[in-house]
């Protein structure tokens, strides 16, 4: 008789790894989708796919989870753009605001905002959301920064990239309330050409 081959079975440390991100991921396609009252643990585990009791191995409690999950999606984003822009060439300024913009236009800024809104009046989420906001906003800067050639040793120019991410912040809220993309796209040029001028060294 033959022998029967089985497949390598995958490590409990891979599957591990793969339940957490699939839950990392379906709770913020919650919270966009559902905002903080709709997205329950429960409702998270199910669109992923595993167990309440799954889910709760590896986030306790529900803030757990979802400051878990936009901190993830933030750090996710966050090397996409980087990898957008190559270091060894020259960044086009529009593009980059482009892409500040987009970070700010999709699902994770508006499931950032939910969380926001539920930080607001939930006191066990309020400490953990603002802490967590202050490492995404300081990153977000710093990304900018590199990617735009800014010097902030010049005066005015860090007011001036912040300036840029308050921008795409609000640009953001529009895009909550209607398709904002055609106005979008004409701030976008006229931020790239103001950010050319105040960057010119």
């Known amino acids: 008789m033959g022998t029967v081959t089985r497949a390598p079975k995958e490590p409990q440390q891979d599957r591990s790894r793969a339940t957490r991100r699939r839950l990392l991921e379906a709770a913020v396609s919650c919270l966009a989708e559902h905002g ?5 643990v429960s409702v998270v585990a199910e669109r992923a796919g595993v167990s309440r009791g799954a889910a709760q191995h590896h986030f306790p409690t529900r803030e757990d989870l979802f400051t878990a999950a936009v901190e993830y999606v933030a750090e996710e984003r966050s090397q996409a753009l980087r990898a957008l822009f190559p270091a060894s060439a020259p960044a086009d300024r529009r593009a980059v605001v482009a892409a500040v913009v987009d ?11 939910h969380l926001w809104v539920a930080a607001a009046n939930e006191d066990q989420l309020h400490g953990r959301v603002t802490e967590l906001e202050a490492r995404v906003g300081r990153e977000s800067h710093r990304i900018a920064v590199e990617l735009l050639g800014a010097d902030e040793t010049v005066p005015g120019v860090r007011e001036t990239v912040q300036g840029l991410l308050d921008m795409a912040r609000g640009l953001g809220l529009a895009t909550l309330l209607s398709d904002d993309t055609a106005r979008r796209e004409r701030v976008v040029t006229q931020w790239a050409r103001l950010l050319d001028e105040a960057l010119r060294t």
């Open 36 to 40: 903080w009252a709709g997205s329950t």
């Open 103 to 113: 970070l700010y236009t999709g699902p994770l800024f508006r499931a950032a905002l």
